[in-house]
C-alpha cells in the first residue's frame, strides 16, 4: 500500500500526458499481481465497495487528538483526509525501543480492496484504523482517498488503459476492445500485454467498441475532397454515446450506454437502459447522440447539462429531461458485427435497425443532402431553413463521412471530418494571469478577461467585469509574447496570480472564441463561457474598443428563449 | 528575579538589558548575539556582534567584512560574562554555526535564572552542522515554523531516494530543486552523496558563495558544477538527466526554462501540504526541513525540563495550547519579522528574475 501511495503521491502531481504514463508503465512493471490490478482499478474508477463517510473519519480522529489541536490542523490544511493522513498518531508504544507491542505492518492494497468487498459497515471503524496505524503519511492519504471514493490524480481510464497497452506492443484500443469483459485485479490483462499469455476472451455480452473519431475540416480540404464521396449529417451538441445490449447465456439482457472514453454511464439514463433491455429487437451496438428531447424537440445543450453529473435521477428528472438517441451508425447488428462494412452499408441496416426498433426514444439522424460544398457550407449556416427546423439549436456544425468509410477505431485520416459552425467571438480585457503547470509553469499562461459593464447610465462610467478564463489557442511564439506583456504590465499580486493593467486606454485585448453561454450563479458577471479560447490578440486594439456584456446577454437571453 | 527582567521584547527584537545585548535584531543595534546566518535573523549593521566563528564567516561572506564594528566569536560550551549575566552557545543543528543562546542571571542577584534562545533547531542528523544538544532551562524560548501537528517530517534518506528514483526515470529530464542557499543546498548535496549518487551536481550562481564556505569547513560535496552559460536554445546548458540546486523562487522563473523538459522539485518541510506544493507549482515536493517537526519540538520542550516557555515565529497557538495540556506555563511571543513562510529569504529575492548570466532581461 505504501508503494501504491507513493505512486498515486507522484501521479497527482505530475500535469504531463506522457510523464503520467510513464509513472504508470514503472508502476505496473515493478509491482505483482494482484496488488498492480487493484492500482489499475482505483485509477479507472472500477472498485466498488463501502465508501467511508467523512463522518467516520471525523470520528476516527476525534477519538486520537486534542480537539483543538485538529480544528487548527483542519483549518490549517483545509482537507479532511489530508489532516487526519498527517495527524494521525503513531499507535500506542510503537515507538518506544523494545516494547512488546509490535508495530502494524503496512497492509497490502489487495488486502484493503479484499477485505473491504467482504466487509460490513460496522466492521469500517476498526478495519480503517488498523491500516492507518500500519501506514506512513502518504499511505494514509492514499487510503483515505481510496476509501472516501475520492482520488483526483487527474488519471483517465483511457490513460490508465494506454499505459497497460504500453506493457507489450499492444493498441490501447486493443484494450479498450476487451476491457469490459475483465475484472479487477485484471491478471489476464497484463499476462496478455506481457506477452505471458493469449489475448482475454471478450465475455462481456454488451463490451465496448472503441469509437471512430473525426478530423477538424480545414480551408485547403475542400479543395482535394469529392463532396461525391461524401455523406453529410449534423453534428449533435450533446454527448457521443454507445449503446450496446446482448444477452447473458441465461437469457438475461445486458445494456450500456458507454461514452466516448468506454466509460458506462447507464446508471445516469435508467429510462434509456430500460427501453432498450426490454426491446428484443434491440440486441448490437450503436453509435448516436444522447440528447434531451422535449414535446420532439431537441434540447441545447445546457438542458441535457442539467441531467447530467447528477448523483441521484429522480422520476422528476427523467420526465422533466426526457433522454434520446439520435443514430448514426450500427457496428453490431444482432451479433453480426458490421464495422468492416463500408459507411453506405452501414447506413441501410441503421435505417432498418431503427424502424424495427418503433421505439420514440431512439431515432435517426437525418442525411443532409448536398450536391457541393458550397451548397453543404448553406446549409450550415442555417440549419433551421434546411431542413433541421426546431431542432437547429442543437446542431453544432455538419459531419462528413466518406461513403466507403469502414467504421475504424480512433481517428484514422482522410475519412471522417467534423465542420463545426463558426465559434462565437468577443474582444475582452485580460486582466488577471496566473501560472501555467509542467512544461507552462514559468509561463503566465491562463488568463482572464473580462468585458465592460456600465456602472452609472448617468456618467456613462463602465467598468471591467470578468467572465471567462482560458488557457489555449495561441501559438507558442503569442505566449512568450503574452508572457512579457504579463510580466511588464503587473499592477498587482496575490499569490500566485497577477493583476494585469486594465483601463480603457492601457492593456490587452484578447479576441475569444467559445461555443456557447450559460446562465450561471458562480461568476460575478452572472454567465459561465463554454469552451473558451484565444483565438487572436488584439496588439492593435484599445481596450475601450472591447465589447460590452450586453453583447454576452443579448446571446445569452436569445439561445434560452429560441 | 524574573524572565521578564532578564529578556524583554523590543521593537528591535528580543533585548536583555542586564546584558545589554538584543538577540537577532532586525534592526541596527549596540550589541547582538546572533543564533545563526539566514538573512531574517543576521543582518548588517550593528555596532558588535557575538556568534560562532562559522556563523561570522558567512556573516562576512554575504556583507563583506564590514558588516560589523566589532566581530566576536564563542564557541559552543564556551561561556561569557556579559554585564550581569553569563551567555553561552549551544549547538542548535539548523545550519552551519547555528546556536542556541544560554543566559544565566549571577547567583548575588538571587537564585540563578537560566533561560534558553534555541534560535531556529532541528534534531534530525545533519552531515552539515553540529546536531542540537538539549540544554536544561528554567525558561525555554522555542521557534515553531512547524508547530502544527500535521508537520511530521519523513527521514530525509527516503525523500532523497524519492529524487534519485525519478532522475532514473526520466533520465531525458533536468530535475531542478529549489533550496534555500544557506543550509538546505548544502544538506541536500551531502545527502545525494550519501544516497550513492556521485554525479556532478549543479548549482545556480546564488548557492556558489556559501557552498565554498561549507567546502572550506571541511565537508566534501563531490563534483559540483557552475552552470554551463550560453543561450537557451544551446543545448549544452540544458543538461538533461542532471540534478540542479537553485534558490526556490527560481524554479519558476525565466530562468528555469534554459533545461530540459525541467522536473520542478522543492525542498521544504511546507511541502508536507498538499495545497502548498500545488500552489508553487511543484511536481516533485520533497519533505526535507531545517526546522524541528511537531514531534520534536514537543520532545525538545519536555527534554529541557523548562516550566515556562515562550513560543515564536510560526505556528504559536497549537504549540501554546500543548505546553498547557502538559501544565506548563506558556505565552506565544509575537516576534514579526523572522520566518520561515517557504519563500527564499529576503535577500535572495533578486535571483527570481535575473540568475545567472543568459537569463532573460
Known amino acids: ?562 | 528575579m524574573r524572565p521578564s527582567d532578564v529578556l524583554k521584547l523590543t521593537p528591535a527584537g528580543l533585548c536583555c538589558p542586564l546584558g545589554g545585548f538584543h538577540i537577532d535584531p532586525l534592526r541596527p543595534v549596540e550589541r547582538a548575539i546572533i543564533t545563526h546566518g539566514h538573512s531574517d535573523h543576521a543582518r548588517a549593521g550593528h555596532g558588535a556582534v557575538l556568534a560562532t566563528a562559522e556563523t561570522l564567516a558567512i556573516m562576512a561572506a554575504r556583507y563583506g567584512d564590514g558588516f560589523t564594528g566589532a566581530a566576536q566569536a564563542l564557541a559552543y560550551g564556551e561561556a561569557l560574562e556579559l554585564g550581569d549575566v553569563r551567555v553561552a552557545l549551544a549547538p542548535a543543528g539548523h545550519v552551519l554555526g547555528s546556536a542556541q543562546i544560554v543566559i544565566e542571571t549571577k547567583p548575588a542577584a538571587g537564585p540563578v535564572l537560566r533561560i534558553v534562545a534555541s534560535g531556529d533547531y532541528k534534531r534530525e542528523a545533519d552531515p552539515t552542522c553540529e546536531p542540537f544538544r538539549p540544554v536544561g532551562c528554567d525558561v525555554f524560548i522555542t521557534e515553531a515554523t512547524f508547530g502544527l501537528p500535521v508537520f511530521r517530517h519523513p527521514p530525509a534518506a527516503s525523500e532523497i531516494d524519492k529524487l534519485l528514483k525519478s532522475v532514473a526515470l526520466f533520465p531525458e529530464r533536468t530535475h531542478i530543486v529549489g533550496a534555500y542557499p544557506l543550509g538546505k543546498a548544502q544538506r541536500l548535496m551531502a545527502l545525494i552523496r550519501a544516497a550513492g549518487c556521485d554525479a556532478p551536481i549543479y548549482l545556480h550562481g546564488a548557492m556558489e558563495r556559501l557552498t565554498e564556505l561549507y567546502q572550506e569547513h571541511g565537508l566534501a560535496l563531490g563534483d559540483l558544477r557552475r552552470i554551463p552559460a550560453g543561450s537557451r536554445r544551446d543545448a549544452a546548458s540544458r543538461l538533461p538527466g542532471a540534478i540542479v540546486l537553485c534558490p526556490p523562487s527560481a524554479t519558476q522563473d525565466l530562468w528555469a526554462r534554459r533545461f530540459a523538459d525541467p522536473v520542478s522539485c522543492f525542498a521544504s518541510g511546507w511541502m508536507r501540504v498538499r495545497a502548498r506544493a500545488r500552489q508553487k507549482g511543484v511536481e516533485l515536493p520533497l519533505v526535507i526541513s531545517d526546522h524541528a517537526d511537531w514531534d520534536d519540538l514537543c520532545r525538545t520542550i519536555t527534554e529541557t525540563g523548562a516550566a515556562e516557555v515562550w513560543v515564536t515565529h510560526g505556528q504559536e497557538d497549537a504549540l501554546v495550547h500543548w505546553c498547557t495540556q502538559q501544565g506548563l506555563k506558556a505565552q506565544p511571543l509575537h516576534l514579526l519579522g523572522y520566518g520561515d513562510d517557504g519563500e527564499a529569504e529576503p535577500e535572495d529575492r533578486p535571483a527570481d528574475d535575473a540568475g545567472t548570466a543568459g537569463a532573460e532581461p
Not at chain 1, 491478471?187 to 496478455?192: H, I, K, R, V
Not at chain 1, 457521443?240 to 446482448?246: F, I, L, Y
Request: proline share 7%; charged share 25%; net charge neutral.
Open chain 1, 1 to 562: 500500500m505504501n508503494r501504491f501511495a507513493a505512486f498515486l503521491d507522484r501521479l497527482s502531481y505530475e500535469a504531463g500526458r506522457n510523464a503520467k504514463i510513464r509513472l504508470m508503465v514503472d508502476y505496473f512493471r515493478s509491482v505483482p499481481d494482484p496488488e498492480r490490478g487493484y492500482a489499475l482499478a482505483a485509477t479507472t474508477g472500477a472498485l466498488g465497495f463501502v465508501h467511508a463517510k467523512p463522518g467516520l473519519i471525523r470520528q476516527l480522529i476525534a477519538e486520537r487528538t486534542d480537539p483543538v489541536l485538529f480544528g487548527l490542523s483542519y483549518d490549517y490544511v483545509g482537507d479532511l483526509s489530508e489532516t487526519v493522513a498527517l495527524m494521525w498518531p503513531a499507535p500506542a508504544g510503537a515507538a518506544e525501543p523494545g516494547a512488546d507491542h509490535k508495530q502494524q505492518p503496512p497492509p497490502t492494497l489487495a488486502e484493503v480492496v479484499e477485505t473491504l468487498s467482504a466487509a460490513l459497515k460496522p466492521d469500517l471503524p476498526h478495519l480503517l484504523a488498523r491500516w492507518l496505524d500500519g501506514l506512513d503519511e502518504t499511505g494514509r492519504w492514499a487510503l483515505l482517498k481510496l476509501l472516501t471514493g475520492n482520488l483526483r490524480i487527474g488519471v483517465s481510464g483511457r490513460l490508465a488503459k494506454t499505459a497497460v497497452a504500453q506493457l507489450g506492443g499492444l493498441e490501447p484500443d486493443a484494450v479498450e476492445e476487451v476491457w469490459h469483459g475483465l475484472s479487477p485485479p485484471y491478471t489476464e490483462l497484463f499476462a496478455w500485454a506481457e506477452g505471458a499469455g493469449g489475448r482475454p476472451e471478450a465475455r462481456d455480452p454488451a463490451p465496448f467498441r472503441p469509437p471512430m473519431l473525426s478530423h477538424a475540416l480545414e480551408e485547403q480540404d475542400f479543395d482535394t475532397l469529392d463532396p461525391q464521396a461524401f455523406c453529410a449529417e449534423w453534428k449533435w451538441d450533446g454527448i457521443r454515446v454507445q449503446a450496446s445490449a446482448g444477452e447473458r447465456a441465461d437469457g438475461r439482457p445486458v445494456v450500456r450506454l458507454y461514452s466516448r472514453t468506454g466509460e458506462d454511464v447507464a446508471r445516469a439514463f435508467p429510462d434509456l437502459a430500460e427501453a432498450i433491455a426490454a426491446n428484443s429487437g434491440f440486441r448490437g451496438a450503436l453509435d448516436g447522440e444522447l440528447l434531451v428531447v422535449r414535446d420532439g424537440r431537441v434540447q441545447s445543450f445546457n438542458v441535457l447539462q442539467q441531467r447530467l453529473n447528477r448523483k441521484t435521477v429522480t422520476p422528476k428528472l427523467v420526465l422533466e429531461f426526457p433522454a434520446h438517441i439520435r443514430a448514426y451508425d450500427l457496428l453490431v447488428d444482432g451479433t453480426e458485427d458490421l464495422r468492416a462494412l463500408p459507411f453506405a452499408a452501414r447506413r441501410a441496416r441503421l435505417e432498418a435497425f431503427v424502424s424495427r426498433l418503433a421505439d420514440p426514444r431512439i431515432d435517426l439522424s437525418p442525411l443532409v443532402p448536398f450536391g457541393s460544398w458550397h451548397e453543404l457550407g448553406a446549409a450550415r449556416a442555417e440549419p433551421a431553413a434546411s431542413g433541421a427546423g426546431v431542432d437547429a439549436d442543437a446542431i453544432e456544425g455538419c459531419m462528413l463521412k466518406r461513403r466507403d468509410s469502414p467504421y475504424l477505431p480512433g481517428r484514422p485520416k482522410g475519412l471522417w471530418y467534423k465542420w463545426k459552425r463558426d465559434p462565437y467571438l468577443v474582444d475582452a480585457v485580460l486582466m488577471y494571469a496566473q501560472r501555467g503547470h509542467g512544461k507552462r509553469s514559468s509561463y503566465y499562461s491562463d488568463y482572464t478577461f473580462g468585458v465592460w459593464r456600465t456602472v452609472d447610465a448617468a456618467t456613462a462610467a463602465r467598468e471591467l467585469v470578468p467572465v471567462g478564463k482560458a488557457y489555449f489557442g495561441f501559438t507558442d511564439q503569442e505566449l512568450l509574447e503574452l508572457d512579457r506583456f504579463v510580466r511588464r504590465n503587473t499592477v498587482n499580486r496575490f499569490g500566485p496570480v497577477r493583476e494585469v493593467t486594465h483601463a480603457a486606454d492601457s492593456g490587452l485585448v484578447l479576441e475569444v472564441a467559445f461555443e456557447g453561454l450559460q446562465a450561471s450563479t458562480r461568476h460575478k458577471s452572472g454567465i459561465a463561457m463554454r469552451f473558451p479560447r484565444i483565438s487572436r490578440v488584439r496588439w492593435d486594439k484599445p481596450p475601450s474598443e472591447a465589447d460590452d456584456i450586453s453583447l454576452l446577454e443579448r446571446l445569452l437571453a436569445g439561445r434560452i428563449s429560441a
